[in-house]
């Protein structure tokens, strides 16, 4: 029952995992650049959300909503002022930018919020369901964060396999060329991936936060790393991977620090990842169709 | 007028100057052929056009309308399409999807009646229609790329090379397509190594070498042409 437990905690670990991970992974199947900056724009969610909720005792709801279009604006202003320009631009210049863009973040979030760590409310409260006579307890926010996971990466799922737009996206990812000769306005497609990405980043800093409710300008760059691991490990560039990979990347971090050890679960996780692509290079569910010549 | 006028283009690749002062034009009804070797400069003419790279001088004008300011998605829905060289159809997509990619700056509403046109141009690719383009044969994979184009009801076809990997066989039947398209009211611009064929349905004809056009004529002539059959035919 306590692996059961333990199983249940890393699947909801691993459900943050997820949501972030499905930012890196649109934003690097389309614009072919990781945004490590990604984990700070979680930050920046999770602290709108803790002055929506907390300071100006705003509904958790309108919280979150708030925090959503924050960091959408916020993720496509990063995109236009400090990575279109380097659209031709070698990748390194591209990926120094990005770690760039994370550091100002955090800086920009001491100098405005300070580095205090901010208790975030505890929205969901501390409730649990109980099952088997107490014996398996899943807190409202485990579930809830599993609830979300799931929802959004089916709405993904559909908004990539059956709109026009997502559609597009698909498109650019393989070929930006020949979808610019489809009508297809690349610039468009890429601004939209990171609003997309970017407002998954605030639900992802929402329910980090309830979770792990110590909130500081630095909250979002472990889990920011942890879920590129993730997008890595399922196959970057793929959706149903990023998916795949935060959920087995939270179930083996909680596993490892229940029965190897808390302080080698990192380690154990990063492990896993080698062993990994050394096996298939392209990740779990990345995939490769050779181009017929 | 000419339905496509390029005066004077330069294209350049960093310090590699690709294009040097090409001028041609295409009437509309065509079938015009550009030949050259590899390296002669036919794709970067065809992704000028486009709009994919802009030339330092000149002009390309389409119908009238000068294209220098005009980005490369917008290119599309004045009636001017590509199939590109290597067909460059969308790999993980199915024949379907890459079809509707074709028509993405079409109404919705027109989709589903090109669709027919094409499968009945293909009927090939209406039995695949759910299988994933990668998994496509190369020809199969040329006609969904002549499809996806035909997808934005074009005025003007341009064509990349189609005939690149191909089966003479197959080559055969993508050139009565190409011949059946002109026919029923579509002008084509076709680039070619195979300049044989491309030449035998073209009504005119231009040499490139090395960035410029070295000669201009009808087809005909250019087909019983001296250094053209040194160069290009095989004597």
Redesign the interface.
Same mark, same amino acid.
């Given at each position: 029952m306590l692996f059961l437990s333990n199983v249940i905690n890393g699947l909801s670990l691993g459900s943050i995992y997820a949501i972030i991970a499905l930012g890196y992974t649109m934003v690097y199947g389309i614009a072919k650049m990781l945004n490590f900056a990604h984990g700070d724009v979680i930050m920046v969610g999770a602290y709108i959300c803790f002055f929506a909720i907390a300071r100006f005792n705003l509904n958790p709801i309108i919280g979150i909503l708030l925090a959503m279009v924050v960091c959408t604006v916020l993720g496509m202003t990063i995109e236009r002022f400090a990575y279109k320009p380097l659209r031709q631009a070698p990748s390194l210049a591209v990926l120094i930018t990005a770690i760039g863009m994370s550091y100002f973040l955090q800086n920009m979030a001491q100098l405005l919020w300070t580095p205090n760590i901010k208790v975030f409310p505890s929205v969901v409260g501390n409730g649990a369901i109980k099952l088997f006579d107490g014996q398996l307890t899943i807190s409202y926010i485990a579930l809830i964060t599993m609830g979300a996971c799931v929802v959004i990466m089916l709405m993904l799922s559909l908004f990539t396999g059956n709109s026009?737009m997502g559609?597009?996206m698909?498109?650019c990812s393989?070929?930006k060329?020949?979808?610019?000769?489809?009508?297809?306005?690349?610039n468009t497609t890429i601004s939209m991936t990171f609003a997309i990405g970017s407002a998954l980043a605030a639900i992802a800093g929402f329910l980090l936060c309830s979770a792990y409710p110590n909130l500081t300008p630095t909250t979002g760059s472990m889990p920011g790393i942890k879920a590129f691991t993730a997008a890595v490990f399922g196959g970057i560039g793929s959706i149903p991977g990023a998916f795949v990979g935060g959920l087995l990347l939270g179930v083996i971090e909680i596993l490892a620090a229940a029965y190897i050890s808390t302080e080698l679960s990192d380690a154990v996780v990063f492990m896993v990842l080698v062993v990994v692509l050394l096996v298939k290079p392209t990740g779990l569910l990345g995939?490769k169709?050779s181009?017929?010549? | 007028m000419a339905m496509l006028e390029v005066n004077d283009i330069n294209v350049y690749y960093g310090s590699i100057h690709a294009i040097k002062g090409v001028s041609f034009e295409v009437n509309e009804g065509e079938i015009i052929s550009l030949i050259g070797a590899n390296g002669a400069g036919k794709t970067t003419t065809l992704?000028t056009i486009?709009?994919?790279l802009k030339s330092t001088t000149g002009s390309v004008s389409f119908m009238g309308q000068n294209l220098a300011h005009v980005?490369?998605?917008?290119?599309?829905?004045l009636g001017l399409?590509?199939v590109?060289e290597?067909r *460059?159809?969308?790999?993980?997509?199915d024949v379907e999807?890459n079809l509707?990619?074709?028509a993405?700056?079409q109404p919705?509403s027109t989709i589903k009646d090109s669709m027919e046109l094409v499968y009945e141009r293909f009927p090939r690719l209406k039995e695949r229609r759910h299988q994933?383009a990668?998994?496509?044969?190369?020809g199969e994979?040329q006609m969904l790329a002549m499809g *996806?184009?035909m997808m934005?009801k074009p005025k003007l076809l341009m064509l990349d090379e189609p005939s690149?990997?191909l089966a003479p066989l197959l080559v055969e039947e993508i050139f009565d397509i190409i011949t059946t398209l002109n026919k029923a009211g579509t002008t084509i611009l076709l680039v070619e190594q195979n300049a044989q064929m491309a030449l035998s349905i073209a009504d005119r004809g231009y040499v490139l070498e090395t960035g410029q056009v070295v000669l201009a004529d009808d087809a005909k002539n250019l087909l019983h042409n001296d250094s053209v059959r040194k160069a290009y035919l095989g004597g």
């Open positions: 026009k559609k597009a698909r498109a393989e070929d060329g020949a979808a610019q000769l489809m009508g297809i306005n690349v995939k169709i181009e017929k010549v | 992704h486009s709009g994919l980005p490369a998605h917008k290119i599309v829905s399409a590509q590109p290597g *460059r159809v969308f790999l993980h997509m999807e509707e990619m074709g993405y700056t919705n994933v990668g998994t496509l044969s190369g994979q *996806r184009a934005s690149m990997g």
